[in-house]
């Protein structure tokens, strides 16, 4: 079917749209002018797959889109398409992430700059359609870059960033943006959408250089390399994701300078931590409910902060332990699970815990499982992780060793 | 005895996939027979060559100690870098090896320590065998066992006793570890065949020991050998360069696989493209005249060419122990003709002149030159 693309618009004003994650996302594969992306249905990711849909249709968007006939084929397609030059774009969510595994394995191990999103979701069995991180946290160890947005013009920027990081010839790794299903893949917010010139000049063409596969630099990609190379090749990946962290500081501030947002820091979001004696700590959508929660208990006198957690891989790890070295107490809300995880705890909760470790002044953290399968973080819910949280700061509770399941009913 | 006190290790280097199951044979054996007089044992494959492909050398071990900690400590390197004993169930292995899962070409006794024995199994004598075995840097004792290669399939066993003869020569060269009545009675169990039996003695007795010193053997055979790279010399991404039209591996030549090579008789070839359009590894070049020369680096042996050449005894197969060279056999024959087809004829047993009949003593001269002899092609084979 012939679509007629009318020239990329070169609107030289910002404007605004209400738009849902999945929307904001779309618009951000327009703007980045995406060669290929590949779809397979599944909620809520799904959101993506019409949005884009709806600009190639109305002649605003020229990719190649690429109907799989599963999520594996659909990883292997713009893995493959990324090999040979093409900017691309893919995503699924819970357990159709899960069906693309292995293909998910290859492309970080094959430092192919594929940009995702997952739409995080609950893993089947039980079947539920809200969010849940596990789906994206299931990949952490494989060397994909794990963002998290927690609105849909975080999801937009993120994006942006997403190709820009990824494509660095000093990282060329996969990036996986995590969207909360629902909260954000689904509900619509008001969207700034940069104008295309300001975009071309913060994300230049994508260049493989000497790596791209093609009949006029015959290469040989992936072969058999048994124990005699894969520890170096490991070793390659490591250094990527270590260059990474400097990379993604370089992006934030080209991007603050040309859309003038972004915050502070590209990793950590602070929200009234300056005077704050303990904080809260997750990433996603679940700060919207803990900020409203803030500022009531601000109103009764508690010194209560929340730091969200922008980038989970890589982890930055330096920057997060003198932000939190600061409070008495840190109450990480985990919306994932670790079963038989040290402390039982969530996956935020140890890792955190494990940051913290060698610091001669450390605060203690505190362990919570909340809103899984996307059940809401509802206000009584913050005030029992306040309320343990403050224990901690205020000597009342001696460790963190324990792990708080919050509003499961008995 | 030289070897250490504790524990002895012995590899089998054997042909990949016809003598998969002769290498197991052998190695399970020698653990069971040892385990007759009190040792204990071990027995695997090494893990990089598996899966092997078909002619390629290969390698399984057999690891022997006094007891349990022994054994721990000779396994603290899984895969052994020095052995005791290595056993070669293949004449022309003795050229060297080249497998898919290590890098360039060692000589057949690279992990033999010093003193130690290299058995092979051979209708050749020793001296001819140590002739094309790369020279000596250290002194070790070659043995040769009696009886030729055997081949089979993927899936088969060739039970012609190669096994027993080499257990029996075994309990000649390392008593200490593997004695020969216990070689007897763990066939005698297994087979309640008294042939089998007689196999083990005759391996034993036919055993031909010599004594090879530093500096004997030959040293014609090509060095290949190469470094890793490491992770800032490699390229990222798991790239590596494609080879360019016309170029052949460097890295990887695949020559120490073969067992036959084929011989051309370049007076009755009709330039009819067969050999050059059917081998599977690419290995002719097309000369100025339009004939088909062999790259004999490239050439792993399989028969093919010989088989679809229509012509009869153009293309001749012939035991590569016969053979010191990859040498391009075109240019011998353009510059000096009477020569070379002096050359075919006393290598391949056939008369260069097709008018005159091939006698059929030259199934003497080259036993496998039949290439439906050879595993490769032959059915059951590779499945």
């Given at each position: 079917m012939a679509v007629e693309v009318k020239p990329r618009e070169s609107s030289d004003v910002e404007t605004e749209q209400l738009a849902t994650g999945c929307e904001a996302i779309a618009e951000a594969i327009r703007l980045a002018d995406v060669d290929v992306m590949a779809a397979y249905p599944i909620r809520p990711y799904d959101g993506v797959m019409q949005a884009a849909a709806k600009l190639i249709a109305n002649g605003k968007m020229d990719v190649e889109y690429i109907v799989a006939d599963g999520e594996h084929s659909q990883f292997e397609i713009v893995k493959h398409a990324c090999a040979v030059g093409s900017r691309v774009f893919v995503g699924s969510s819970g357990v159709g992430w899960f069906y693309a595994f292995e293909a998910i394995a290859v492309t970080a191990g094959l430092r192919l700059p594929v940009v995702a999103i997952c739409g995080n979701r609950a893993l089947d069995d039980p079947g539920a359609f809200g969010t849940e991180h596990n789906d994206s946290l299931a990949?952490?160890?494989?060397?994909w870059l794990l963002p998290w947005a927690e609105t849909a013009q975080e999801a937009l920027d993120l994006a942006l960033m997403a190709w820009r990081v990824g494509e660095d010839k000093r990282v060329s790794l996969p990036v996986a943006i995590g969207l909360d299903g629902a909260?954000?893949?689904?509900s619509q917010q008001i969207v700034k959408i940069p104008t295309q010139a300001a975009v071309d000049k913060f994300l230049p063409p994508f260049d493989l250089g000497d790596r791209l596969l093609h009949p006029d630099n015959p290469i040989t990609i992936?072969?058999?390399?048994?124990?005699?190379?894969l520890m170096e090749i490991r070793m390659q990946n490591d250094q990527a994701m270590r260059k990474a962290e400097t990379v993604i500081r370089e992006a934030h501030a080209d991007f603050k300078r040309l859309?003038?947002?972004?915050?502070?820091?590209p990793f950590l979001d602070e929200?009234?931590?300056?005077?704050?004696e303990f904080v809260f700590f997750g990433q996603g959508t679940l700060a919207l409910p803990m900020r409203v929660a803030i500022r009531r208990l601000r109103k009764e006198g508690h010194k209560v902060g929340l730091v969200r957690l922008?980038?989970?891989?890589?982890?930055a790890t330096a920057e997060i332990v003198r932000s939190l070295s600061?409070?008495?107490a840190v109450g990480v809300i985990d919306r994932d699970y670790s079963f038989g995880s040290p402390y039982y705890g969530g996956v935020l909760y140890n890792e955190v815990r494990s940051a913290l470790y060698s610091q001669p002044k450390r605060p203690v953290v505190v362990g919570f499982i909340a809103g899984?399968?996307?059940r809401e973080i509802e206000q009584p819910m913050a005030q029992e992780i306040f309320e343990k949280t403050k224990a901690a700061a205020s000597g009342d509770?001696?460790?963190?060793d324990t792990t708080h399941w919050i509003g499961v009913r008995a | 005895m030289t070897q250490t006190e504790s524990s002895i290790t012995v590899e089998v280097v054997y042909r990949g996939i016809f003598q998969k199951t002769l290498a197991q044979r052998i190695c399970r054996s020698i653990v069971l027979a040892a385990r007759k007089r009190g040792h204990t044992g071990t027995a695997f494959a090494r893990?990089?060559?598996?899966?092997e492909r078909n002619g390629v050398p290969a390698k399984q071990f057999a690891v022997v100690a006094i007891n349990d900690l022994e054994l721990e400590a000779s396994m603290?390197?899984?895969?052994?870098?020095?052995?005791d004993v290595s056993i070669a169930v293949?004449?022309?292995?003795v050229k060297g090896v080249e497998s898919w899962a290590w890098y360039g070409r060692q000589p057949?006794?690279?992990?033999?320590?010093?003193?130690g024995f290299l058995l092979v199994t051979s209708e050749n004598t020793p001296a001819e065998v140590l002739a094309q075995?790369?020279?000596?840097e250290r002194p070790y004792t070659l043995v040769i066992v009696p009886g030729g290669a055997s081949f089979a399939g993927l899936w088969v066993?060739?039970?012609?006793h190669t096994d027993y003869r080499v257990l029996g020569a075994l309990a000649k060269v390392v008593p200490d570890w593997v004695r020969l009545e216990d070689v007897k009675a763990l066939i005698k169990e297994q087979t309640k065949d008294e042939g089998a039996v007689q196999s083990a003695q005759y391996g034993f007795d036919g055993a031909k020991l010599r004594a090879v010193k530093s500096g004997?053997?030959?040293?014609?055979?090509e060095v290949l050998q190469f470094e890793k790279p490491g992770w800032t010399t490699m390229r990222p991404g798991i790239v590596v360069d494609a080879r360019k039209p016309g170029e052949r591996n460097p890295q990887y030549k695949?020559?120490?696989?073969?067992?036959l090579r084929p011989v051309v008789n370049f007076d009755t070839?009709?330039?009819?493209?067969m050999c050059w359009l059917d081998c599977p590894d690419e290995c002719f070049e097309v000369t100025p005249e339009g004939h088909y020369e062999v790259v004999y680096e490239a050439c792993?042996?399989?028969g093919i060419c010989a088989q679809v050449?229509?012509?009869?005894?153009c293309i001749v197969m012939v035991d590569e122990?016969?053979?010191e060279d990859n040498d391009d056999k075109w240019q011998f024959w353009k510059k000096d003709h009477d020569g070379y087809n002096k050359w075919f004829e006393q290598k391949?047993?056939?008369?260069?002149?097709?008018q005159v009949r091939t006698p059929p003593a030259r199934q003497a001269g080259s036993s496998n030159a039949n290439p439906s002899a050879n595993p490769t092609t032959a059915a059951g084979g590779d499945e």
């Open positions: 990949v952490r160890d494989l060397g909260f954000l893949t689904h992936a072969p058999q390399v048994d124990q005699d190379w859309f003038g947002r972004g915050g502070e820091s929200y009234m931590t300056d005077d704050a922008r980038w989970f891989r890589p982890f600061r409070f008495k899984l399968g996307g509770l001696k460790s963190g | 893990y990089g060559d598996s899966p603290a390197k899984y895969e052994p870098a020095v052995v293949d004449d022309t292995l057949i006794w690279k992990p033999l320590r010093k003193e075995t790369d020279t000596a066993f060739k039970d012609d004997e053997g030959t040293s014609s055979h695949k020559y120490t696989a073969r067992t070839c009709i330039k009819c493209t792993i042996g399989c050449c229509p012509v009869k005894d122990l016969k053979f391949s047993g056939v008369s260069a002149n097709p």
